[in-house]
């Protein structure tokens, strides 16, 4: 019989199954084990933690803040909004990285600097004046981002641990670059070593003191005293001004519409400009009379007047620093300004006897040409390989070549190199707390702990060479590339320009052009 009208006959088919459900559940599962790890272990979310500094010393760190009295005025410009001072300096805040032992380092049960200073707030809204969105909620986005991604984020240095001795004789086991492995490092004892190299570190725009940490401990782990100024000039994201006897007051980031004359005048972008270098080089000279300070024995005075708490054990910094004759170093903004603190040195204010100048700015005004001790000019691959047109209509690239080649001219030994693979942000911390990000919105193209290696490697050699004047490892080499010249391989960098199979097995420094370019050396 024929079936009914309707009624339906064999197997019952099933309902098409769900894939996309499954794996929503399985995302679901993933997350919240991630974040349920991340909470057991206080780890931050999405990011990686700093890793720990390597070399022959321990690092510790201590936040000052000294007084500047009486106040400097720079420049006589007023905040349009409030009429008060934009550029005058009233404190002078940064960081002190330095060598200390291990001993004292797994000793020090004080606290370890967040990497954002608190308010997190403060930070997030100068981020969000960066992006041209700041309101009470963008602020508060910008905020809780900050607190979820970064938050818990400490940097690993011992806060007041005391100074190390320049040089020590013992051998130590220290974690290496790569992680999982160990390396021996011997530290010789010298009855004659001086005191421990002072080298004063400028940040760059939209940055602060904390965003080099790791740079700056990783030289302080090879016994240099590296001072990390927080610039106060409209650079820097926010910073709060702490002062005994006043009101604390915030330094948000801004611009040349944000302020006038006193006249009601409107200030141009140049001027602006000269402004702002004023006011850091003015930063720079204080940074330097503080340490003087606290090498002639004021330690406990500087204690006393810093807004940190921190340093009780500055008194015992006597006569342990070479503060007469200083390194100067920075990084985009930082760099320009830099070159801005040699102009007319050496000098009592400015004793700076060789300067590390990393990415100088494109957009910050007229690079100082003025240079009279040796440089080491380092840009990241991202740097050299955008062209753009500087003043005067003469490419950036060209223009910084032509400062150094100069220098050379005048007996100063000096060195204009690339750093291949790398990208603007790959000296500063952000690569290695978000390594995947980075890499995918800059295009860099190098592992970010060799990235920050090789940066750390030349910088070693040319701090070396201003203490012995020998020319070792990359500084031997000659200028082999008068030109930036574009790596091969799918129009991507690749790494060497060389033989890179060959320097994966005979070790990275077998043909160093697999990561660097030389345009100028004194060789």
């Known amino acids: ?49 700093l890793p720990q500094h390597t070399g022959p010393y321990a690092v510790g760190a201590i936040d000052i803040e000294a007084p500047v009295s009486p106040p400097r005025l720079v420049d006589p410009a007023i905040f349009k909004d409030t009429s008060d001072r934009a550029f005058e300096l009233e404190t ?96 010789e004892h010298d009855e004659n070593a001086g005191g421990h190299p002072v080298i004063i570190f400028s940040h760059g725009t939209v940055s602060s003191r904390t965003d080099y940490s790791h740079y700056a401990g990783e030289l302080a782990a090879r016994g240099y005293v590296v001072v990390m100024l927080e610039h106060r000039d409209g650079s820097g994201p926010g910073s709060e001004i702490k002062k005994a006897g006043q009101k604390d007051k915030t330094r948000l980031l801004f611009d040349e519409k944000a302020v006038r004359t006193p006249d009601g005048k409107e200030l141009s972008i140049e001027d602006f400009h000269i402004a702002q270098l004023a006011f850091r080089q003015a930063e720079i000279e204080e940074a330097v009379r503080v340490m003087r300070r606290i090498n002639d024995g004021d330690g406990a005075d500087v204690f006393a007047s810093s807004a940190k708490g921190e340093g009780l054990l500055l008194r015992e910094w006597v006569g342990r620093l070479n503060t007469e004759s200083m390194i100067m170093a920075g990084h985009s903004y930082g760099a320009t300004g830099a ?108 592992d970010v702990y060799q990235g920050l290696r090789q940066y750390v490697h030349v910088a070693e050699d040319f701090l070396a060479f201003l203490g012995d004047g020998e020319k070792r490892g990359l500084l031997a080499e000659k200028a082999e590339f008068p030109q930036y010249a574009p790596g091969v391989g799918l129009g991507m960098w690749k790494p060497g320009q060389g033989d890179d199979g060959k320097a994966r097995e005979e070790g990275e420094w077998w ?7 030389i345009h100028v050396s004194p060789v």
């Open 1 to 49: 019989m024929p079936p009914e009208k309707g009624k339906i006959t064999g197997p019952i088919p099933r309902p098409p199954r769900k894939r996309g459900i499954a794996w929503k559940i399985i995302t679901l599962f993933a997350a919240a084990v991630y974040f349920l790890y991340c909470f057991v272990t206080s780890q931050p979310l999405f990011a990686h933690p």
């Open 92 to 187: 002078v805040l940064f960081t002190v990285y330095y060598p200390t032992t291990y001993a004292a380092a797994s000793q020090s049960h004080t606290h370890r600097h967040p990497w954002i200073p608190r308010p997190l707030s403060l930070r997030a809204e100068g981020y969000a004046r960066a992006a041209h969105i700041s309101n009470k909620v963008t602020d508060a986005i910008f905020t809780a981002a900050l607190r979820v991604l970064v938050g818990s984020i400490t940097i690993p240095a011992a806060v007041d641990a005391p100074l190390s001795d320049r040089a020590t004789r013992e051998t130590r086991y220290v974690t290496s670059w790569d992680k999982d492995e160990t390396q021996e490092q011997i530290l």
């Open 339 to 446: 070159l801005q603190a040699l102009k007319g040195g050496p000098t009592q204010a400015r004793p700076f006897r060789g300067a590390i100048v990393l990415d100088p700015g494109k957009s910050s005004g007229p690079l100082n040409e003025d240079v009279r001790v040796p440089l080491l000019v380092v840009h990241s691959n991202s740097w050299s390989s955008h062209t753009s047109m500087f003043y005067g209509g003469r490419a950036h690239f060209d223009t910084v070549k032509g400062i150094v080649e100069a220098n050379n001219q005048r007996g100063n030994p000096s060195w204009f190199m690339t750093s291949l693979g790398t990208s603007h942000p790959s000296v500063t911390d952000a690569p290695l707390l978000e390594p995947f990000l980075l890499s995918f919105t800059t295009g860099a193209t190098i």
């Open 511 to 517: 043909d160093w052009r697999s990561y660097w370019q």
